[in-house]
T-cell receptor, first 116, second 113 residues
């Protein structure tokens, strides 16, 4: 099956610093990727839809200046958490679909962010 | 309430038993999908059932869909300890077709050896 690679798997940073998370589709092109946030024992909350070559579409309540998304190529999307604070600590997951449809998403392995 | 509510929230069974998880949703859908998540990992797609389908099988998995009741169930037969994970349903809502999948709250399944 299709593979989505996400790095890093975990990151610890100091409050006020920025953290970049990468999401790559290894064996298919993804015009659209999705970024989710997940708190312990909770569901996935869609943060934004990343579109190659255009601006990301953010969900209501998600600060676009806080969570910068760049989808510069058909295989790479990045999420940068700017000026991170402890409340940004969470599990971030990306996903993409080889077909461009929303029928069978392939997920990265997730990034656990801990902000001290 | 959120689209894609699941019950039970947690389920603990013995190896060899069957596990049934349910998902309810509110709006019309194009399809409903089930995903599995091991602790601290990404999700893995298990099965998709379209709105015009009533039942689907894949190995030890059986999914049903009742659009009149806006509900779906996932049955795992002859469970194994390796099936221990969280299971999420996800709906592709007709009103927002092509825009997103909405995930349910998930069921934490524990299969005891």
């Amino acid at each position: 099956g299709a593979v989505v690679s996400q790095h890093p798997s975990w990151v610890i940073c100091k409050s006020g610093t920025s953290v970049k998370i990468e999401c790559r589709s290894l064996d298919f092109q993804a015009t659209t990727m999705f970024w989710y946030r997940q708190f312990p024992k909770q569901s996935l909350m869609l943060m934004a839809t990343s579109n190659e070559g255009s601006k990301a579409t953010y969900e209501q309540g998600v600060e676009k200046d806080k969570f910068l998304i760049n989808h510069a190529s058909l295989t790479l999307s990045t999420l940068t958490v700017t000026s991170a604070h402890p409340e940004d600590s969470s599990f971030y997951i990306c996903s993409a679909s080889p077909t461009g449809l929303y029928e069978k998403l392939f997920f990265g392995s997730g990034t656990q962010l801990s902000v001290l | 309430s959120q689209q894609g509510e699941e019950d039970p929230q947690a389920l603990s069974i013995q190896e060899g038993e069957n596990a049934t998880m349910n998902c309810s949703y509110k709006t019309s859908i194009n399809n409903l999908q089930w995903y599995r998540q091991n602790s601290g990992r990404g999700l893995v797609h298990l099965i998709l059932i379209r709105s015009n389908e009533r039942e689907k099988h894949s190995g030890r998995l059986r999914v049903t869909l009742d659009t009149s009741k806006k509900s779906s169930s996932l049955l795992i037969t002859a469970s194994r300890a390796a099936d221990t994970a969280s299971y999420f349903c996800a709906t592709d809502a007709r009103e927002t077709s092509g825009s997103r999948l909405t995930f349910g709250e998930g069921t934490q399944l524990t299969v005891n050896p």
